[in-house]
């Protein structure tokens, strides 16, 4: 099976900006979840989708949005860039069905490094 | 919040050394993860180990738990150069339907 895939892999911003990061999960996984790294606060955890519904969101600001298509690819958006939003941005799936199935293992994919100027 | 934390924060070994990472956690488990993150690319689960196991091998891997005190090691042995990377122990929370929760790593070189 083909990993999961993130594009673009680096993207360079400006303050006030908008981006557009794209996943495609493992065929066959539902769960899509979102990440952000960066060195200050590590992985934070930005929100989960599972059939085109998000159903777990992290605590960040409503610049951040997302999206999941019937193909259970993803979208995540950021609005309105700010110089803090710089990190590696990651996807990871799941192939778990319940929002609370505890031993679900995640796949991430490479990365979106984005720069923001 | 961070639920786990790594300890150390970085180590640095010789090849053919063995390394020991600590991860502690704060509330109940029902499982805890372990995942390796080469320099600037994805996380790369490692392996898995339940609340009522107290130790799990894989490969040169080691992982033990102790939940009275909240706490797990993972112990590479005989470490390669290719086993630098950052580690990250991960755990989901008992209850509710939130994701994993990351601690910060360990950051681990191996000189060869």
């Known amino acids: 099976k083909a990993g999961v895939t993130q594009t673009p892999r680096y993207l360079i911003k400006t303050r006030g900006q908008q981006v557009t990061l794209s996943c495609s999960p493992i065929?066959?996984?539902?769960?899509v979840s979102w990440y952000q790294q960066t060195p200050g606060q590590g992985l934070q955890f930005l929100f989960e989708y599972f059939s085109e519904t998000q159903r777990n969101k992290g605590n960040f600001p409503g610049r951040f949005s997302g999206r999941q298509f019937s193909n259970s690819r993803s979208e995540m958006n950021v609005s309105t860039l700010e110089l803090g939003d710089s990190a590696l941005y990651l996807c990871?799936?799941?192939?778990?069905?319940?929002?609370?199935?505890?031993?679900?293992?995640?796949?991430f994919g490479p990365g979106t490094r984005l720069t923001v100027l | 919040s961070q639920q786990g934390e790594e300890d150390p924060q970085a180590l640095s070994i010789q090849e053919g050394e063995n390394a020991t990472m600590n991860c502690s956690y704060k509330t109940s488990i029902n499982n805890l993860q372990w995942y390796r993150q080469n320099s600037g690319r994805g996380l790369v689960h490692l392996i898995l180990i339940r609340s009522n196991e107290r130790e799990k091998h894989s490969g040169r891997l080691r992982v033990t738990l102790d939940t009275s005190k909240k706490s797990s090691s993972l112990l590479i042995t005989a470490s390669r150069a290719a086993d630098t990377a950052s580690y990250f122990c991960?755990?989901?929370?008992?209850?509710?339907?939130?994701?994993?929760?990351f601690g910060k790593g360990t950051r681990l070189s191996v000189i060869a």
């Open positions: 990871a799936s799941s192939s778990k069905i319940l929002a609370g199935e505890s031993t679900d293992t995640q796949y």
């Open positions: 065929s066959g996984h539902r769960s």
């Open positions: 991960a755990t989901p929370p008992l209850f509710g339907n939130t994701p994993l929760v």
